[in-house]
């Protein structure tokens, strides 16, 4: 603790020199340095630097040590404090809390609370050199580059593609070499999940279904392992997906099945993981048109496409060793004289024949022609994602996704992946309780709503996407409550979030590393 009057000349230091901790100068040019820092492990000890810190410390001759604890109250996790001067190399250095250094596996929140400390310091620290105008930052990897480069990456992101008036670009970089192939997997992990929130915030006309394919097929065409088929509505007339073909009337926009082929297995014939998202690009509700208010929100409702695809990109950026196949059929839901009515009864791919009392709960329909089709791969693992129901939003809020699954080898891979990626997950049941609802239908096999309307919304849509189902292995991702994000994941911009992009692509590689076949 410093003396009374060793803390007044401390509090001078800051007050007069330029680098002190004074408000930030602008256009301060050169690089930043985003710098971490652990909070005391005991109350009112001394808070502690990374190694980072360390060698930058000793290389100013220790004084950012000394600004650090004079210059006002310990940093707490998440909080900055920026110095001006200190290297000339570094024009400002921000030093920003990471929590505990010792802070791991949390079981109660179902993450790892050192990365998610790591992933929302960076962001802060980058957005504040972003907020300087300097254009090139240095991160430190505070014992975890993935997590450091997943934050500053995801940090920065921000959709401003059709305004003039754009934030400066930051480049990141990491800080020292020791930890760079970590850093550079985070910077992929990162671009993967920018790439969903990119796809799900442009506007609906700016992203059709054959922009979005055409979008997609642009990332993945420098992959010689990778095939990309964008097939158009003859081709899903002869698929006989009459189900999709319903909903895509519609529109004016024609429907597209996307379908990716990436092989990066050992073997071509190496059954391959099946990722298939739900593809609206922009969901009216049909003829049960929806309340205009928040509508516009509904241009991601291709989000469960869009982070599938875009965990295939990173998938194959990383060059996993496994196969994957990824289906997103892609149509608009229009009210038209040609839409869907309530009662109408469609037919889908595998002959089930289903009565549409809710022309909005079009997705399902979709996902049951793509998870029939998906059963000719001979998978190994068939995993679904889709901003399926508002009442998923209801039970979990924004904190996890969703899962159905028939399968608990499946559930852990997934779960052990979120964990890892902070992108939580949660599992929600698949009861016949459940099934019984969707399948009383007094014209057809099927209802595409539970007859109890509101109740368990959630669990019927699962159990209606289960009558399509004959795999062992296959989990529905419900992810309607991740699509968005306010302010609940810091290092997250307020808007579409690309969730849970990093935790498939974590899953597709922990499957692709797993000794044990699923059959």
Excluded at 66 to 75: I, K, R
Excluded at 84 to 104: I, W
Excluded at 186 to 202: C, D, I, P, S, T
Excluded at 239 to 251: D, E, P, R, T, Y
Aim: proline share 4%; glycine share 10%; hydrophobic share 40%.
């Amino acid at each position: 603790m410093l003396l009374p009057g060793v803390r007044g000349a401390a509090s001078r230091l800051c007050r007069d020199l330029p680098l002190a901790c004074r408000g930030c100068s602008r256009g301060a040019g050169g690089k930043g340095l985003v710098l971490g820092i652990y909070s005391s492990e005991k109350d009112g000890g001394a808070a502690q630097l990374t190694t980072a810190g360390d060698a930058f410390d000793r290389l100013v001759s220790g004084r950012l040590r000394e600004l650090v604890s004079t210059c006002g109250p310990p940093l707490k996790k998440g909080k900055t404090r920026v110095f001006h001067g200190l290297h000339q190399d570094f024009p400002s250095v921000v030093v920003v809390g990471l929590g505990k250094k010792n802070a791991g596996i949390n079981d109660q929140e179902n993450w790892n609370e050192g990365k998610e400390n790591i992933r929302a310091a960076v962001a802060v620290g980058c957005r504040q050199i972003q907020d300087l105008e300097i254009p090139c930052v240095e991160v430190d990897p505070c014992g975890d580059a993935q997590a450091a480069a997943e934050g500053a990456v995801l940090g920065l992101h921000e959709y401003n593609e059709l305004k003039q008036k754009k934030k400066p670009v930051v480049t990141t970089q990491l800080h020292g070499s020791a930890e760079s192939e970590a850093w550079q997997k985070g910077v992929l992990y990162a671009e993967g999940q920018n790439l969903a929130r990119y796809l799900m915030e442009a506007p609906a006309n700016y992203i059709t279904p054959i922009k979005f394919a055409e979008h997609i097929e642009q990332k993945l065409k420098s992959f010689s392992n990778v095939k990309v088929h964008i097939r158009p509505e003859a081709w899903i007339v002869t698929q006989q997906m009459g189900a999709f073909l319903s909903v895509a009337k519609g529109s004016a926009e024609p429907p597209i099945f996307l379908e990716i082929h990436y092989s990066g297995g050992a073997n071509a014939s190496d059954r391959p993981l099946v990722f298939v998202g739900k593809g609206v690009t922009f969901d009216s509700g049909g003829v049960s048109l929806k309340p205009s208010s928040g509508m516009d929100a509904m241009r991601a409702d291709m989000g469960g496409a869009a982070t599938v695809c875009s965990a295939i990109v990173t998938a194959a950026a990383l060059n996993f060793p496994l196969n994957i196949i990824g289906l997103a059929p892609l149509c608009e839901n229009m009210p038209s004289g040609k839409a869907n009515k309530p009662g109408d009864v469609v037919r889908a791919k595998n002959g089930k024949t289903i009565q549409v009392y809710n022309t909005d709960a079009e997705g399902r329909l979709l996902l049951a022609d793509a998870l029939c089709y998906a059963h000719s791969f001979n998978a190994r693992a068939i995993v679904n994602a889709a901003t399926l129901t508002g009442a998923m939003d209801v039970a979990l809020g924004s904190a996890a996704t969703g899962v159905f699954t028939n399968s608990s080898w499946l559930w852990n891979h997934l779960y052990e992946a979120s964990v890892v990626t902070g992108d939580r997950v949660w599992r929600m049941p698949l009861f016949q309780h459940y099934t019984k609802q969707v399948t009383d239908s007094p014209l057809a096999d099927l209802s595409n709503i539970g007859k109890y309307s509101r109740a368990g919304g959630a669990c019927t849509a699962a159990a209606f996407l289960k009558e399509f189902v004959t795999a062992s292995h296959w989990a529905h991702l419900d992810i309607a409550g991740v699509m968005s994000n306010k302010d609940e994941v810091p290092y997250l911009r307020k808007g579409m979030a690309g969730r849970p992009t990093r935790t498939l692509v974590e899953f597709a590689a922990r499957l692709s590393q797993d000794s044990h076949n699923a059959t």
